[in-house]
């Protein structure tokens, strides 16, 4: 199983950034997949989630209306498109993806948990500037 991150980089505040998370080694449309991310002496945190099987799509509050989820089940790809970034973006982003994840059942009261991941990615870096 690989989950490869790529697409960050240095972003001024308010710009845009576009990463994509390339997997291989398992059934993609079979698989939940996430993105997390990890700031600076803070723990790691659910940001979105996108179901490739039916399309469904978790979104963390702090990132509604500002980041989209995606995927091209040809390519076996997630996206995830961050715009009107802030300097509380900048993190090490990462993919997970996991077979049993029923991504419905998370929500504002119980957010998308890193426990709940089998397979992750290395992680990409974001930083937005100020």
């Known amino acids: 199983v690989q989950l490869v991150e790529s697409g960050g980089g240095l972003v001024q505040a308010g710009g845009s950034l576009r990463l994509s998370c390339a997997t291989s080694?398992?059934?993609?449309?079979?698989?939940?997949i996430g993105w997390f991310r990890q700031a600076p002496g803070k723990e790691r945190e659910g940001v979105s989630g996108?179901?490739?099987?039916?399309?469904?799509?978790y979104y963390a509050d702090s990132v509604k209306g500002r980041f989209t989820i995606s995927s091209d089940n040809a390519k076996n790809t997630v996206y995830l498109q961050m715009n009107s970034l802030n300097f509380e973006d900048t993190a090490v982003y990462y993919c997970?993806?996991?077979?049993?994840?029923?991504?419905?059942?998370?929500?504002?009261?119980?957010?998308?948990?890193?426990?709940?991941?089998?397979?992750w990615g290395q992680g990409i870096q974001v930083t937005v500037s100020s």
């Open positions: 080694g398992f059934n993609f449309r079979d698989h939940a």
């Open positions: 997970a993806a996991d077979p049993r994840i029923f991504l419905r059942k998370y929500s504002s009261n119980w957010p998308m948990g890193i426990h709940d991941f089998e397979y």
């Open positions: 996108v179901s490739p099987g039916d399309g469904y799509t």
